[in-house]
């Protein structure tokens, strides 16, 4: 996927304007925030779930190596073959021998967010092999030429009207209004794709060490056909998706749909172990599993290792009052809201995303929704920082904060300062006791006015009071 | 009990009487208030933007100035929070420091926690005779759970009734340097909030936290609304606000 993350500001001005959108979102916010409010209330111990799983997430991180070792040798075990991929480029030759040396020339994928770091689509069409998304989300965007704006619901930008508008367009067909018929649209679409299709590809949600399984939590069904029908499966997924039991899977499993969509379980649960045995009447004759580092290995040796334990629910971006207002492609690359500005930076480079650390009000609403509790605030503000460092802020903000925190280290100069402040802009207030323009915070006054102060400093008056 | 005031920065420039108000409670509840006069700020912004050494250095300020108190009180929940939150984060990895740090954030409260749990005030001279919604601050919300304890306070105040707006919990959009940074998309949060608020259609909208007060109210008026005040809970409590009729 083309990286724009650099251009944040002006993407979410952009985004902010346009009134389909802000109808699309506030669908989004409506409909998942009680949803998991409302999944959640069940729960008596919601928080011991939660706490379990962030530690189940934290003891794989801290022994990675020995976990994806076990999952590879268990995997293989079941006639699968483990692939590690250290870039995106890595993964998608891997992927294109797999295609080559079993004559490919179609592909059907369930949603991958991984497939779209690595922009596997372009990669299968460079070389000439047809490939067909099949999650209904996904579907529409690749109709549509568009990348996902979130990592559950890839579509939630549209409207409806807009999904009617582009299917009617596309498939040439009457436009249709109804959710119901448009998806029957989709399906009939995609039914002669599944069963032509030589390759499925899907994502993995986790990998299970003890099993050498890997699992996908769907709601329509079409990551099963993915992953049955064709001869051959690819599964591609991050290095950090690794579980060690299906215990341990059992409890991340009670907190991600319940996170994600605000269900207590997802339509499916698929979880695919080894190819398919002589006594079995389905499966792919080959399983391929691609595990991706691209960064993530880096990230597992850095401060900002707790990233690692997402487990891509998107609550925290669908809970985000930044994200609800201007959407998910304003972030500019794959992964958007409180998750992505983290994992951005991270993956791609601070100075190619200096927006995002700050496209947050630290309001920490992410933090206590996440199910794995990651501290989502404390590792924008650990970005901020690093920018500070490398000097990748503007002149003009790292001067203002020089100049504020000389200031209030010296308590006669600032009360002094404070004063003549509180003097001027309670004048420039008037009688209506606000300020509408100010010259230098423009970014606040184009949207509200400024209350004037009061005209004296606290300190002043109460320096005054103790001498009387 | 010797109880410290931190009135913060934006008290002291923008609404001094919102520090009145805290020291008159405070004295009600029978401390001792002391405010130190060389306070100035906890570092909040240097922190929140990066400026770690810029935080830390009126972060050692801060402590050394409020050290001797029982208690530190401060009328808002992010500066309180910054203190007891987020000071030890600064001093991680600083023993002799960290030590000093951990005992101040444990004394540290914001307003209405101190005077509900720790004071135990039962009874305040304010009247307001009106409806009030309250706005929950993030920081003091998310960070030190201050939710009961200003509605425990405000239902003490003769005449007030409080009336909840939907999402009283979500962010205004202010954010320290994000509301000037993001102008746009600050405004566009702020005016959720206001939507709220304008749905219960109570006379005040009142809160614990100085940016949150600037935020509200300076889009409120842009949006013409001139009827609906925006008041700080230690105003209403102390009797200080403008009162509605
Ligand atoms: S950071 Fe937490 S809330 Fe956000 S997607 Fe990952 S697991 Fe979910």
């Not at chain 1, 009207?161 to 998806?183: C, M, N, W, Y």
């Not at chain 1, 215990?247 to 398919?276: H, M």
């Not at chain 2, 401060?74 to 740090?101: K, N, Q, T």
């Not at chain 2, 005030?121 to 993030?138: F, I, M, N, Q, R």
Request: glycine fraction near 10%; hydrophobic fraction near 40%; charge should be positive.
């Amino acid at each position: 996927m083309q990286i724009s993350s650099m251009h944040f500001k002006a993407r979410a001005t952009q985004k902010l304007a346009d009134p389909d959108l802000r109808e699309a979102l506030n669908g989004l916010k409506q409909r998942f925030v009680p949803g998991r409010a409302a999944v959640i209330a069940e729960l008596d111990n919601f928080e011991e779930i939660r706490e379990a799983a962030a530690e189940i997430r934290r003891r794989t991180l801290e022994h990675l190596d020995f976990f994806l070792e076990t999952f590879e040798r268990k995997a293989t075990e079941r006639g699968a073959v483990v692939h590690w991929a250290q870039t995106w480029q890595e993964a998608n030759d891997i992927v294109l021998k797999i295609a080559r040396d079993n004559g490919v020339r179609k592909a059907v994928k369930s949603k991958s967010m991984v497939s779209e770091e690595c922009a596997l689509n372009d990669a299968l069409e460079g070389a000439g092999i047809e490939v067909v998304e099949t999650d209904l989300g996904e579907y529409i965007l690749q109709l549509g030429r568009e990348p996902p704006s979130h990592i559950i619901a890839p579509v939630i930008h549209k409207t409806r009207d807009q999904v009617s508008d582009l299917f009617a367009e596309k498939h040439a067909t009457p436009r249709k209004t109804d959710i119901g018929e448009l998806t029957r649209e989709a399906r009939e679409r995609l039914r002669p794709h599944f069963l032509q299709a030589d390759m499925g590809i899907t994502g993995a949600n986790f990998v299970v060490a003890e099993t050498g399984s890997t699992l996908i939590v769907t709601n329509e069904g079409n990551g099963r056909m993915a992953t049955t029908l064709p001869r051959v499966h690819v599964a591609i997924t991050g290095i950090e998706k690794v579980v060690p039991t299906l215990e341990d899977l059992a409890t991340l499993l009670r907190l991600l749909p319940r996170s994600a969509t605000g269900q207590s379980i997802s339509n499916y649960v698929s979880v695919t172990t080894g190819t398919r045995g002589d006594d079995e009447i389905d499966g792919p004759q080959a399983f391929h599993i691609i595990l991706l580092d691209a960064g993530r290995s880096r990230i597992l040796a850095s401060e900002f290792r707790d990233i690692l334990r997402c487990i891509r629910c998107g609550a925290c971006m669908n809970h985000c009052p930044v994200y609800q207002s201007v959407g998910g492609h304003a972030y500019g690359w794959v992964y958007p809201g409180p998750m992505g500005s983290v994992l951005t930076p991270n993956y791609i480079g601070l100075e190619n995303a200096l927006d995002l650390p700050h496209a947050a009000t630290l309001c920490n609403q992410c933090g206590v929704v996440c199910p794995v509790k990651i501290p989502l605030p404390e590792l924008l503000r650990k970005l901020r920082e690093k920018q500070y460092e490398r000097g990748l802020r503007p002149k003009r903000e790292r001067a203002a904060l020089r100049c504020w925190s000389f200031l209030a280290a010296h308590p006669r100069l600032y009360g002094w300062v404070t004063g003549a402040a509180a003097r001027v802009l309670s004048w420039m207030g008037g009688d209506r006791k606000r300020i509408a323009s100010l010259p230098f915070g423009r970014g606040w006054t184009e949207g509200r006015d400024l209350p004037a102060p009061e005209g004296e400093t606290f300190r002043a008056l109460y320096a005054r009071r103790g001498a009387r | 009990m010797r109880v410290g005031l931190f009135v913060t920065c934006l008290v002291d420039l923008m609404r001094p009487r919102i520090g009145f108000a805290a020291l008159s409670l405070l004295e009600r509840a029978g401390c001792e208030v002391q405010v130190p006069g060389t306070q100035t700020c906890c570092g909040q912004p240097g922190y929140n933007s990066g400026d770690r050494a810029g935080a830390r250095k009126l972060a050692e300020k801060l402590i050394a100035e409020f050290e001797p108190c029982d208690y530190v009180v401060v009328p808002s929940g992010s500066c309180a929070g910054m203190i007891r939150a987020h000071y030890p984060e600064l001093f991680s990895g600083d023993p002799p420091w960290l030590a000093r740090v951990e005992r101040l954030a444990a004394k540290t409260y914001e307003l209405t926690d101190f005077l509900v749990r720790i004071a135990k005030l039962d009874s305040v001279p304010g009247e307001y005779h009106g409806t009030v919604t309250y706005h929950d601050a993030c920081s003091g919300l998310r960070e030190l759970g201050v939710k009961a304890q200003p509605r425990a306070m405000l239902a003490k105040v003769k005449g007030l009734r409080i009336t909840e707006m939907t999402e009283a919990q979500a962010c205004c959009g202010f954010g320290g340097t994000f509301a000037v940074k993001f102008g746009d998309v600050s405004t566009r949060i702020v005016d959720v909030k206001c939507d709220g608020i304008a749905a219960v259609k109570a006379d005040a909208v009142v809160l614990g936290d100085l940016g949150c007060m600037l935020n509200i109210e300076g889009r409120l008026r842009r949006r013409g609304d001139e009827r609906t005040q925006v008041l700080h809970v230690a105003e209403v409590l102390a009797g200080a606000g403008r009162g509605s009729s």
